[in-house]
């Protein structure tokens, strides 16, 4: 059974960074996709960021320039390094891998950033 288990959320102060990872277990082939979601109270869950197994990126208008997503595929695992952590960032980050066209979710990690 795959099991994608997320780390690294939690409070910082506006301009601040946080890294967050994401590691799937469960199986030992790599994730054709790999990427990161979030959901802010009240609102729908969105993307923030997908990197497929090529290395290739795709980011939000509102990340971009301040995200980074990148995937090491030796221990299945993606991050996002945040920087110039801004209020609207605050949202519960889920993880979410595509293995053999099947979509797998994390539980999701808190992220707050204050003023």
């Known amino acids: 059974q795959v099991q994608l288990v997320e780390s690294g959320g939690g409070l910082v102060q506006a301009g601040g960074a946080l890294r967050l990872s994401c590691a799937a277990s469960?199986?030992?082939?790599?994730?054709?996709?790999m990427g990161w979601y979030r959901q802010a109270p009240g609102k729908q869950r969105e993307l923030v960021a997908i990197i497929p197994s090529n290395g290739d990126t795709n980011y939000a208008d509102s990340v971009k320039g301040r995200f980074t997503i990148s995937r090491d595929n030796t221990k299945n695992t993606v991050y996002l390094q945040m920087n110039s952590l801004k209020p609207e960032d605050t949202a519960v980050y889920y993880c979410n891998a595509i293995f053999f066209s099947v979509n797998y979710w994390g539980q999701g990690t808190q992220v707050t950033v204050s003023s």
């Open positions: 469960g199986t030992t082939f790599n994730p054709n996709l």
